[in-house]
């Protein structure tokens, strides 16, 4: 069953997919492992992956990278989150906060 927050995620999907929009969903976490642990299992991370990467990856119709970070509406950014949108924005990116597909549509995507 999908997290309150992958619901939002999915929802999002389903709208930008049924606009035409060219985007993606980032699965960036740990990995469950059985073999780690002596067999009872355990995560592992590969160091090649970004910290703070936002959950939807969408290229806007004028070629722009778009990350939309999705959160519940109590949820918070991560310090590695906050610092991927300010390095995302100095490249001329853009990335929104976002906790629903009506604040989707009205970023106009």
Do not use: W
């Amino acid at each position: 069953m999908a997290t309150p927050e992958g619901k939002i995620q999915n929802a999002i999907l389903k709208h930008l997919k049924s606009q035409g929009h060219f985007c993606f969903r980032v699965n960036n976490g740990a990995v469950h492992d059985a073999k780690l642990n002596s067999g009872y299992g355990g995560y592992r991370s590969n160091p090649s992956l970004m910290k703070g990467v936002p959950d939807i990856i969408l290229i806007a119709d004028d070629g722009v990278f778009v990350g939309l970070e999705v959160k519940t509406p109590k949820g918070v950014q991560s310090a590695d989150q906050m610092l991927f949108e300010r390095r995302c924005k100095l490249k001329g990116g853009r990335y929104h906060v976002v906790r629903s597909v009506e604040e989707v549509v009205h970023l106009g995507y």
